[in-house]
């Protein structure tokens, strides 16, 4: 690696984490419909174990209380079996309730999503996210990674498959999670109700980056969203300058077998779609922010951040590294 390169691949261990600061994976701060239902559930949940602890507590109290100078404890009396029946029908009343409750959460989730839902498909690799939008025809219209744009106030329906080993989707602030399984279609959707930004994760071990195996959730206004998705489906826009088109040259040989950019002889399929990468919010599925230096220290050694990924280290001089550096910021 160069030198320029090694110094940031230096920084990438102080500065991580960054894509993850602020972003929060918790189900009590719902933003969708769905999450909305299992904020409920979960509430309801905690409080019946509450009452439940203190119902038990209270019944084993009261014979203690009760009982300590009856010479025999195993003599059945009508205040016994009170006590006997109170504690097992207490809590099997309530748990009645909360599987009930359950059952009717997981099949209003489950349920078919409406007809004018956007569909999307999510495969998952080891361990990053390829993300797909469809039209109605089920034909593949913008191509993007680790980052997911949905509209506000509207039904997104997500066909769920994986390339590799099991996986598991899940948006904490939006849906539960969902298994993604070789050779199985699996299907989720939910509707945002909030604009902003939502961290998703892998939800079930994958390998050895399985921590690393993040992505984000963007919700916008209707129009926003339409305008963004137009853009997306777009060719890269064509270098304009000599740095920059000296970039396309070094990638399309080095980066090309892997990675794909429409509108140029970049056809890999291996790795993510990097059309417009640099409209995205982060690198290496939700570990690093996506800034110039990150994005040299991934390139330059990307071990050193996910060691195991398929990714091998790119050994560039520095000119056509800083040539690389300007076409990919270009790729808006």
């Keep these: 690696m160069p030198d320029g390169c090694g110094l940031i691949g230096l920084c990438l261990l102080s500065g991580g984490t960054a894509a993850q600061q602020g972003a929060r994976q918790s189900t009590l701060q719902p933003a969708s419909t769905q999450a909305q239902s299992i904020e409920l559930l979960w509430w309801i949940m905690l409080w019946a174990g509450v009452a439940i602890f203190l119902a038990v507590m209270a019944l084993l109290a009261w014979a203690l209380w009760h009982g300590r100078h009856r010479e025999s404890p195993l003599g059945l009396t009508a205040s016994k079996n009170f006590v006997l029946l109170a504690g097992v029908a207490i ?32 495969t998952g690799w080891m361990w990053w996210w390829e993300i797909e939008y469809l039209d109605s025809a089920g034909n593949v219209t913008a191509t993007t990674a680790n980052e997911m ?21 899940w948006v904490p602030q939006l849906q539960g999670k969902t298994d993604m399984v070789p050779g199985k279609v699996n299907s989720s959707w939910f509707v945002a109700t909030e604009a902003g930004q939502y961290r998703g994760q892998c939800a079930e071990f994958c390998g050895l980056q399985h921590a690393l195996m993040a ?35 070094v990638f399309e ?17 291996i790795g993510p779609d990097l059309t417009h990468l640099a409209s995205r ?31 091998p280290r790119t050994l560039l001089s520095p000119q056509d590294m800083n040539n690389l550096l300007a076409y990919l910021g270009t790729l808006e």
């Design 149 to 169: 744009h949905v509209p506000v106030d509207r039904p997104v329906a997500i066909e769920l498959v994986s390339g590799d080993v099991i996986h598991s989707f």
């Design 253 to 269: 040989q080095s980066c090309g077998q892997c990675h794909r950019v429409r509108g140029t002889r970049a056809v890999g399929v």
């Design 91 to 122: 809590p099997a009343l309530v748990l009645v309730i909360l599987v009930g409750g359950s059952l009717l959460l997981g099949r209003s989730i489950a349920s078919t999503p409406p007809p004018d839902a956007i569909q999307v498909r999510v």
């Design 215 to 249: 992505f984000v959730v963007v919700a916008r206004p209707e129009a926003e969203f339409n305008a963004w998705l137009a853009h997306q489906a777009e060719p890269a826009p064509t270098p304009t300058t000599d740095a920059a088109q000296q970039g396309l040259e």
């Design 281 to 311: 919010r982060t690198l290496a599925a939700a570990t690093l922010t996506n800034n110039q230096g990150h994005l040299a220290g991934w390139i330059g050694d990307p071990q050193r951040v996910k060691p195991g990924n398929k990714m």
